[in-house]
Structure formats: structure tokens, C-alpha cells
DNA sequence: ATTTGTGTTGAC
DNA sequence: TCAACACAAATG
């Protein structure tokens, strides 16, 4: 008779009695065992059953006490996340484990919005800490406070460069080429002008940016040349680039209303150029909100420093990701901002 | 007493 | 890699 008791309860009737009023408001029925994932997730489970529910996250396993924990595998091994009252949670934490360990091609959970500058601080504080500190974010649930923080301090920080003692550039396991095939020389920005977002199908280029950054040879000034530039998703502007004599000024004209009509550009706005460090010298184009983080102000201020060498702007999850090159004695030193 | 999260297994 | 499951370690 002992036997067939144990049996009963290692199959899990008796402890699932403490758990399963406040499971069983929050799931219904049970499943055939085989097909699983896809049909658990819009089911639930059964309301007096021993089975946990499946959930829908990937990542996210149920606790027997109804809480939902998170995990992800890296190296072969269980990297356990926490436990969250709400399966998204859960979820949630899975995707920024999985941004962290695997990149940005990383399958998440949620569709996160790709929001410019946002998503730019988020990334650079993700990898500028190492895994373990993420998992110890996650698993305290202090991630989120921990991420405003560091905005704050990115933006009160400007000039001193001790935030981030880890230097992600040198041992984080995200590839290198990953990093660098895509590394980006940061070049300048500009506030646009009313003007500028207004009929007049005209970015003006600030006189001593466009003599250094686009030269533009005194045959063709007048003509003008086609000038192509990447933006964050990728997608290619052609612009004409030319010299006004009357307005003695350098300008984007045709393609260039169509931008700021995608962009939805207003004055006020920041419009940035990056040029890619490699043979191919592509150009890329940036924007963001009047208010949106200073990480420009920070390079345009930074750059004036003797010891930095250059910036350079890394493309990391679709964002421009910057780091400085600098040059203490005679050599090159990478670290964070 | 409860909860966490590890040990383990088998499916993919 | 991944999650299901059982249960020991951890926690209150």
C-alpha cells in the first residue's frame, strides 16, 4: 500500500493542492501531451490538473505556485533568470537575456519598438555590462531602475569617462565583426532650421563641415553631385549636394524633402552624419527629437579632448553605438565613454 | 511552509 | 537548445 501511495503523490496530486486556486482562475483546461506549444498557449490547463501550464514565451517556464520563472540556455548550460508574477515579465526578461547573450538578431518575446535614441541607451547600457551583471538585474528585478539610472548618468556625465569601467569593445562575446564590419566614423550634426524642414527641399550644410566632410570639387559645385546615405534601418537616401553661390552655402536639395517627410522632421531636430571606417567610405544619416539624448553633444564634445584620437560609431541592433579611440602614449587604448 | 531554481531527461 | 518534471536547496 506504501507503494501505491508514493506513486500518487510523485505524480503530484497532493502538493498541487495548496497551489492550484489561484492557477486554476487563470487556466482552464487540459491538453493531449503531444502537439503543445502552439495550442497550449491560447488553452491554459486544466483547472484541477497536476500539469504545469506551457507558456507562449520562449524562455518562460511555470512555477508550481503559479509564478512564471525565465531562463536562457548559453555555452550548453541553464542560465536562470527569476521568477515574475506575470508570464510577460518573464517574457521580458528572457528577450533582454537573449539581446545580451545573443545580439541583435536575438528571437525575443515581445516586438519591441525600434525608438532611435531610446533603444540607443538601452543597448549601450546592456553591453556595457557583462552577462552576469544583466542576470543579477533580472533576477532582482532592478533592471529597469538600473537602465534609467544610467541614462541619467550618460547624459550628467558628458566629459569624464569612469562610468563603465568594463570596456565591452574588449570582451564582450558579441563577434567582432559584428561590431567592427559596420564601425562608423561619426562626423557631425546639425540642428535643423525651420527652413530646413520647411518647402524648401534644402538642408543647408554648415560651411565648415561640408569643406571637410563633403568636398565637393569647384567643377561640379555648381552642378551639384548625388550623394547617397544609409539610415539606422538601412534604407538608402540620395541626395543632391551642391554650392550656392548666391547663398554662398553648401546644400542637400532633391531627396531631401522626402526625408524629412518620412522622418517627420521638425525644426529643432538633430540631423547627424557618420561615414563607415572601411575602404567602401559609405555615408549614413541620423536623426532624433530636440530632446532626444545627447549621445552627439557628447561625441561633439569629447572629439575636442587632445587625447582623443577619434570617435568611432559602431552600428549595434540597428543603432549607432560610439566608442573612442584614444592615444595615452603611443598606443591605442579603446574605452567606453 | 513555501518558493526558488537545480538536476535531469528526452524531444527537436 | 529547449522545456517538462521532480524535488532539494534556499528562504521566510
Redesign the pocket.
Known amino acids: 500500500m506504501a507503494m501505491i501511495c508514493l506513486d500518487e503523490?510523485?505524480?503530484?496530486s497532493i502538493?498541487s493542492s495548496?497551489?492550484t486556486v489561484k492557477r486554476s482562475m487563470e487556466n482552464s483546461c487540459q491538453m493531449g501531451?503531444?502537439s503543445?506549444?502552439k495550442s497550449?498557449s491560447e488553452i491554459g490547463i486544466e483547472a484541477d490538473s497536476?500539469?504545469?501550464?506551457?507558456?507562449k514565451?520562449?524562455?518562460?517556464?511555470?512555477?508550481?505556485?503559479?509564478?512564471w520563472?525565465a531562463?536562457?540556455?548559453?555555452?550548453?548550460?541553464?542560465?536562470?533568470l527569476?521568477?515574475?508574477d506575470e508570464e510577460e515579465q518573464a517574457a521580458k526578461a528572457?528577450d533582454i537575456a537573449?539581446l545580451r547573450f545573443r545580439g541583435h538578431n536575438a528571437?525575443t518575446n515581445l516586438q519591441h519598438t525600434l525608438e532611435p535614441h531610446k533603444d540607443a541607451n538601452e543597448l549601450y547600457f546592456l553591453n556595457s555590462h557583462s552577462k552576469d551583471e544583466i542576470v543579477d538585474m533580472l533576477?532582482k528585478h532592478s533592471y529597469t531602475h538600473e537602465l534609467e539610472q544610467s541614462e541619467y548618468n550618460i547624459c550628467a556625465s558628458h566629459g569624464t569617462r569612469k562610468r563603465h569601467r568594463d570596456n565591452w569593445l574588449m570582451d564582450t562575446p558579441v563577434s567582432e565583426s559584428e561590431l567592427f564590419d559596420v564601425a562608423k566614423e561619426y562626423l557631425f550634426e546639425k540642428v535643423v532650421t525651420p527652413s530646413d524642414v520647411g518647402k524648401l527641399n534644402r538642408l543647408v550644410i554648415p560651411k565648415q563641415q561640408a569643406e571637410k566632410y563633403f568636398p565637393l570639387p569647384t567643377e561640379s559645385a555648381a552642378k551639384g553631385v548625388l550623394l547617397n546615405f544609409e539610415d539606422s534601418i538601412g534604407k538608402v537616401w540620395r541626395f543632391r549636394y551642391c554650392y550656392w553661390s548666391s547663398s554662398q552655402s553648401y546644400v542637400l536639395t532633391k531627396g531631401w524633402s522626402k526625408f524629412v517627410k518620412e522622418k517627420n522632421l521638425k525644426a529643432g531636430d538633430r540631423v547627424s552624419f557618420q561615414r563607415s571606417m572601411g575602404p567602401d567610405k559609405k555615408f549614413f544619416i541620423g536623426w532624433r527629437p530636440r530632446n532626444g539624448s545627447s549621445f552627439a553633444e557628447v561625441l561633439d564634445k569629447v572629439k575636442s579632448s587632445a587625447t582623443i584620437q577619434a570617435v568611432k560609431v559602431v552600428r549595434l541592433f540597428g543603432v549607432n553605438i560610439f566608442n573612442i579611440l584614444e592615444t595615452p602614449t603611443s598606443s591605442f587604448v579603446t574605452n567606453n565613454i
Open positions: 503523490s510523485t505524480s503530484g502538493t495548496s497551489f501531451s503531444g503543445s506549444a497550449n497536476k500539469k504545469l501550464p506551457s507558456s514565451y520562449k524562455g518562460v517556464v511555470p512555477q508550481p505556485n503559479g509564478r520563472g531562463q536562457i540556455y548559453d555555452k550548453h548550460q541553464r542560465v536562470w527569476g521568477t515574475f528572457y537573449a528571437i533576477r
